[in-house]
């Protein structure tokens, strides 16, 4: 580091993270395989939350009312903002598919660009086209506690019937969850920040807790190679509970080797 | 019509994490450049974005729907703070900074501060012995409340050491899976994007 | 049971909760008005913190990344304060910079404030101010390779390379401490680059909220100390021996605190007087 | 410091604030909308002083070439303005996601779950500390088991999610209790500003 250049092709310190990487990309092409050649699929457990989101857009839909969908306040660098995006291109399918009115209000405005195409996009394969109103998918401001007004101004004056929070949230998680629950909409909220969850848990009618989120996004869809990822995702933790019980006993016996393989730099 | 975006997702995601295990400094050198192309880019979306709110207000206060006056109020600001700042700057000692800290900054903190009532009537609709689940959340949320501040400590001395407990086992323990989830959550979900297994971020559902 | 009363539970259970914000409101004003000064103790972790930085050889440059704005100043203004202060007392050179566009104003007034208390700093020999640098995690990744080409200039336009104590920096790997007060990812991405990729000792200073997030770092070491909301910058106020706005604040802290557990209590016994437990978690009224 | 006039803006901004909470009421969608448009113009002012002006404007200006990459980057996003234009969009926002996709990858792989899994296989404290340790190991067993999604909530596996549920609770209500504190310290320094710097009641700065 400082002034000696670095001309090493590979750091050797990252190997076990680089083995790590290999692992989860082998269980992921084993469970794509495993997806496609069952005749049954592959059983993932129904998520109470998603069931939900259907009748949330269902009910909004008699009421006449429109949903409202927050991807959250996280940029592009936050993963949880990718699930929030492959979302709610489903929640546009099936408010085109009702024809009930969608409003999405971003925070960040690649996502805004973003979501605006899936929307859009959802909507004609719905051979809904016509159906989709410009400025359904808006940016609001980059500025946490702005969204936050304009957002709680949407629902105490436009009333939407369901509010479905998903992404990543801070601070402004019990503000918009509060003045929902205060309008009397349905709320459904998945965040990834372990902080912010209690006050989804609070303040909504149903809560993705943590990867749920992730999971949601994959499992909405429905598809085997998607099915696959979170199948991939059980083996890894699998994996990690075995490592972590293993690496203890041989600890215990006096061999901490093991448990330093770990160690990243 | 969609294979080339689908590649560049993937070189980019692909040469991304390569250069992660490169330390190699041309690597390094090319991952910041990389990096300050995504704020341009990034910095072309504010435009984007903030052209479709100034549309989406204009249209209000041209057909004088309900409320116009409030999306005249939206134009006004948009217009000024953007001129301004791109003209004179945005440093403490120019126009748009003072403007920050006397509009923006008290609006964020006050909008901030709200949360205080909030979290009162949240606790008080939502902590209640219904079951066993809700009642291990609300005595925890009790015992820290009360153990956090300097009135825990004059109830009882052993207040504080009982919240330190709660943070450093059971809470320590459930956000480590919480994390271990979210970390396998998060590294499937970027895998399927540069992998193309999603592709519904580039508008397929 | 009287009519009268069950109907008084139940009035109870669903009250209108502004009367709840209007109790809330009385209970932060007039401690502050009447203030009784309750002591505060620190914890391990704030004194974690402390140690680390008492910890550093005297006359060392510390890099101190003050990542926040306005709207949650009233949690780390105080803390900055009070780590300058620290760090001026016993001679650390801090390298400070922002990756906050609103930051800069709020730093030189926290270096005002912790200069003038601490009998007067000189600029450029005592400390540095970097000033702003918008990219979050590109500036943190260049933070480890070269921080005088990253910052080119310091806050007040003078060439970095002609700062005499800048020349014996320019990556992570030449800081003996990394210092980071932010509410945000800014502190995840300082420990995932700064603390896990380049090894540096690090104390951060968070949100109360976020503070709890930590945890796991605290304890797997990848952090040293932690210093969390207006309580941890009172703690840490008591521990560098001084009083300012974090130590004022507490009474009415505990106040609401009684309040709102009051509140929680008063809704149960209702809940029970009204029929008892039933119904699912979440939702409500 | 803020003179008399920006004082008295910004006490009158957070008591349009304030209002929210007896209603919605003109004030606070005055305040709402004044805040949308100023802060979205103060990103947008921010972003052409320290991206687009240093990055793109001036190295342009110096006969650098390498920028042009990322200006055409930022102006195909500007396609999405229009229905026609919006499919050039998708280049910059695959390039822009791909970024982001292939950094998330080893970030997450390295701290949220190595690390963690590094600081899990610690060995057992001695003594009193060995119960904390297998709690800990309980919890985080438990909340694993809890969010396995390829196999139902039952046998072992069902109890293991029922107390892996136990532990998220416990967790969420030190997250509560602990929250309360943040807020409140933020509604505490709003009151001393207004009841110091605006009205004068408290002594000090």
Not at chain 1, 57 to 65: P, W
Not at chain 2, 109 to 131: C, E, G, Q, W
Not at chain 3, 71 to 97: G, N, T, W, Y
Not at chain 4, 55 to 79: S, T, W, Y
Request: aromatic share 10%; hydrophobic share 50%.
């Amino acid at each position: 580091m400082g002034e000696t250049l670095d001309t090493r092709w590979f750091d050797p310190a990252r190997l076990n993270l680089l083995l790590g990487l290999l692992t989860f990309v082998a269980f992921l092409a084993i469970n794509i395989r495993r997806a496609h050649s069952s005749k049954a699929g592959l059983f993932i457990r129904p998520i109470a939350g998603l069931k939900a989101l259907d009748e949330a857009i269902g009910r909004a839909t008699e009421m006449g009312r429109p949903v409202l969908y927050i991807p959250g306040i996280g940029d592009m660098s936050e993963v949880g903002t990718l699930a929030a995006i492959t979302i709610s291109s489903r929640v546009a399918r099936r408010t085109a598919d009702l024809g009930c009115d969608l409003r999405i209000p971003c925070y960040d405005p690649v996502v805004a660009a973003l979501i605006d195409g899936t929307t859009r996009e959802a909507y004609r394969e719905a051979n809904r086209a016509d159906a989709y109103r410009a400025g359904s998918v808006y940016y609001v401001s980059a500025t946490q506690f702005a969204y936050v007004a304009s957002v709680t101004g949407t629902m105490l004056r436009d009333r939407p019937a369901a509010n479905i929070y998903m992404g990543s949230f801070y601070a402004e998680s019990l503000f918009m969850a509060e003045t929902g629950n205060l309008t009397g909409a349905i709320q459904i909220a998945g965040c990834d920040q372990v902080t912010q969850l209690p006050f989804f848990v609070c303040s909504c009618d149903y809560t993705l807790l943590g990867e749920e989120l992730y999971a949601a996004s994959a499992y909405l869809g429905r598809e085997p190679n998607q099915l696959a990822t979170i199948a991939a995702q059980d083996w890894a933790k699998a994996l990690a509970a075995a490592a972590v019980v293993l690496a203890l006993i041989l600890s215990a016996l006096g061999h901490p080797e093991f448990g330093r393989l770990l160690r990243t730099s | 019509m969609r294979f080339g975006p689908l590649v560049v997702t993937f070189l980019t995601g692909a040469t991304l994490i390569a250069i992660f295990f490169i330390p190699h400094h041309r690597a390094q050198e090319t991952q910041s450049i990389i990096l300050e192309w995504a704020d341009v880019v990034y910095a072309f979306a504010l435009v984007l974005g903030s052209l479709t709110l100034w549309t989406m207000h204009q249209k209000k206060v041209r057909q004088r729907g309900e409320g116009w006056f409030y999306s005249a109020v939206t134009l006004v600001s948009l217009a000024g703070m953007t001129i301004l700042g791109v003209v004179q700057g945005v440093s403490a000692d120019t126009v748009v900074g003072r403007v920050y800290n006397m509009v923006n900054a008290p609006l964020a903190s006050t909008m901030f501060s709200l949360l205080a009532f909030f979290i009162a009537s949240a606790a008080f609709r939502a902590f209640r012995a219904r079951n066993v689940e809700a009642t291990l959340l609300l005595v925890t949320a009790i015992v820290m409340m009360i153990g956090r501040v300097s009135i825990g400590e004059f109830i009882w001395k052993g207040f504080p050491p009982l919240t330190e407990w709660l943070l450093d086992v059971p809470n320590l323990a459930a956000k480590r899976a919480v994390a271990l989830g979210i970390g396998l959550g998060a590294i499937s979900t970027a895998l399927k994007i540069i992998l193309g297994i999603d592709r519904s971020y580039l508008g397929r559902g | 049971m009287a009519a009268a009363t069950k109907s008084f539970w139940h009035r109870i259970l669903g009250v209108d909760r502004r009367w709840i914000f209007l109790l809330v409101g009385i209970g932060t004003t007039l401690p502050l008005l009447f203030p009784v000064n309750l002591p505060v103790a620190p914890s391990p972790r704030v004194k974690a913190a402390y140690q680390a930085i008492e910890d550093v050889p005297e006359g060392s440059l510390v890099l101190v990344s003050l990542d926040y704005e306005p709207d949650i100043m009233a949690e780390l203004q105080p803390m900055s304060i009070a780590v300058l202060r620290h760090c001026f007392r016993r001679h650390l050179k801090p390298v400070i910079l922002t990756l906050y566009p609103a930051g800069p104003g709020l730093i030189e007034s926290a270096l005002a404030i912790a200069s003038a208390a601490e009998g007067g700093r000189v600029r450029d020999e005592d400390y540095v101010f970097l000033g702003y640098k918008s990219g979050n995690q590109a500036v943190i990744l260049g933070l480890g390779e070269n921080i005088r080409g990253l910052f080119p200039r310091d806050f007040y336009g003078t060439p970095t390379d002609s700062i005499p104590i800048m020349k014996r920096v320019n990556s992570f790997a030449d800081f003996p401490l990394l210092i980071n007060l932010s509410g945000s990812a800014i502190a995840d991405y300082y420990i995932r680059i700064g603390a896990s990729r380049y090894h540096r000792p690090m104390v951060l200073g968070s949100t109360a909220v976020m503070a709890s997030d930590y945890y796991p770092y605290l304890s797997s070491g990848q952090i040293k100390g932690l210093i969390g909301g207006m309580k941890g910058a009172a703690e840490y106020e008591r521990l560098v021996g001084i009083v300012g706005d974090a130590r004022h604040g507490m009474d009415a802290q505990s106040l609401v605190h009684v309040i709102v557990v009051l509140l929680v209590l008063l809704g149960n016994v209702a809940l029970f007087a009204t029929g008892g437990p039933k119904a699912r978690i979440g939702g409500g009224a | 410091m803020m003179s008399g006039f920006d004082t008295w803006i910004a006490a009158l901004l957070t008591l349009c604030v304030f209002s929210f909470l007896y209603r919605d009421n003109p004030f606070y969608r005055f305040a709402e909308h004044l805040f949308v448009g100023s802060s979205a113009g103060y990103l947008l002012a921010v972003s052409y002083q320290n991206v687009l002006k240093p990055n793109v404007i001036e190295k342009i200006g110096h006969g650098q070439l390498l920028p042009f990459i990322p200006l055409a980057l930022g102006i195909m996003i500007l396609g999405r303005m229009w229905e026609r234009t919006s499919g050039i969009a998708r280049w910059s926002l695959a390039f822009y996601v791909g970024i982001y996709s292939g950094i998330a990858v080893p970030s997450y792989l390295q701290a949220q779950i190595f690390a963690q899994l590094a600081d899990a296989v610690k060995p057992f404290q001695p003594g009193w500390g060995a119960i904390n340790s297998a709690l800990v190991l309980l919890g985080f067993l438990s909340v694993l088991a809890y969010f396995f999604f390829s196999a139902p909530h039952t046998g072992l596996h069902g109890v293991g999610g029922r107390i892996g549920i136990w532990f998220l609770m416990v967790a969420f209500g030190a997250s509560f209790g602990y929250t309360v504190m943040a807020r409140v310290s933020l509604l505490i320094a709003r009151m001393q500003f207004l009841l110091r710097d605006w009205l004068h009641v408290l002594p000090g700065a």
